[in-house]
């Protein structure tokens, strides 16, 4: 997760990995449904009706033509919201959270139709969510999407197996 302004040297480091792992991926992007059953899976979640945070997750889509472009034409975001329970493999991220975020609550948006996903509180979520996800064909024409995600798969030791298959 980029949290700090992007620095021309970061932007040149992107670059070069572009350059190097892009002709080695493939499309392998989960739906949404997927990601959030993933995330259910491996942690406590507990639902967050708010409409504040579903208006997020669909404006962060609406207003980034990038994001915006991966909605199927007239389908509008279905966005889940929930926050991350400080119990069992949750309490691990609030333990390891950024300076940044200590004390906030960790919340998750995902939206069920492009697989677009927002997390605020955790940026080791944010890293595990991304990596898990994959990349569609679009993402892999960005070079920014491309070396984030062989950082975050690089961070989870999942770089070398995401390869070979």
């Known amino acids: ?6 620095t021309e040297e970061d932007v040149a480091r992107w670059k070069r990995i ?4 892009r002709p080695l991926l493939k499309p392998n992007r989960i739906s949404g449904a997927m990601l959030y059953d993933y995330l259910d899976s491996r942690y406590p979640l507990r639902p967050l009706d708010d409409e504040r945070a579903h208006q997020m997750v669909i404006d962060n889509i609406q207003y980034n033509e990038f994001f915006a472009c991966q909605l199927p034409a007239g389908t ?3 966005p889940v919201c929930c926050v991350i329970e400080p119990v069992g493999n949750g309490e691990s991220l609030y333990r390891t959270q ?3 975020f200590l004390g906030c609550e960790i919340i998750v948006g995902i939206d069920l ?3 677009y996903f927002l997390v605020e509180g955790s940026s080791a979520l944010w890293d595990e969510l991304y990596a898990h996800r994959g990349l569609n064909a679009a993402d892999l024409e960005n070079f920014y999407c ?4 062989i ?8 770089l070398e197996e995401t390869l070979s298959t």
Do not use: N, R
């Open 113 to 115: 139709v492009s697989g």
């Open 98 to 100: 950024d300076a940044v």
């Open 1 to 6: 997760m980029q949290t700090t302004l992007a």
């Open 18 to 21: 572009y350059s190097e792992y």
């Open 76 to 78: 509008p975001p279905d």
């Open 151 to 158: 950082s975050c798969l690089s961070k989870f030791g999942l």
């Open 146 to 149: 491309v070396a984030e995600y």
